[in-house]
């Protein structure tokens, strides 16, 4: 498994959660990890990024200032902090590297997490 995501769960509305996802390939210092989530019946969407070396974010207006993405290098991880959540995140979260800088076009990462689960309640 290359990138492996866990985390997921029920939560209620205004709770948080914190998903992981371990990456297993070669990542660069101009690679970009990315966090991608797809609600029941949507298309999937960006939801935030962090550059591998600099550590550079980047998120959706739909997360901003809710959502914190970070890594740990040493680890080999990138963490997705998410805080407010309301009924509308409910969605299955993936976890995805591209080679090719920030991006939020799903074309662009070569490899993908198998996808968790994130279900808040109301």
């Known amino acids: 498994v290359q990138l492996q995501a866990s985390g997921g769960g029920l939560v209620q509305a205004g709770g948080s959660a914190r998903l992981s996802c371990v990456v297993s390939?070669?990542?660069?210092?101009?690679?970009?990890m990315g966090w991608f989530r797809q609600a029941p019946g949507k298309e999937r969407e960006f939801v935030a990024g962090?550059?591998?070396?600099?550590?550079?974010?980047y998120y959706s207006d739909s997360v901003k200032g809710r959502f914190t993405v970070s890594r740990d290098k040493a680890e080999n991880t990138v963490y997705l902090q998410m805080n407010s959540l309301n009924p509308e995140d409910t969605a299955v979260h993936h976890c995805?590297?591209?080679?090719?800088?920030?991006?939020?076009?799903?074309?662009?990462?070569?490899?993908w997490g198998q996808g968790t689960l994130v279900t808040v309640s109301s």
């Open positions: 995805a590297a591209s080679y090719r800088g920030l991006s939020t076009v799903e074309s662009d990462y070569t490899y």
């Open positions: 390939v070669r990542l660069y210092s101009s690679s970009f």
């Open positions: 962090i550059r591998w070396g600099v550590g550079t974010t």
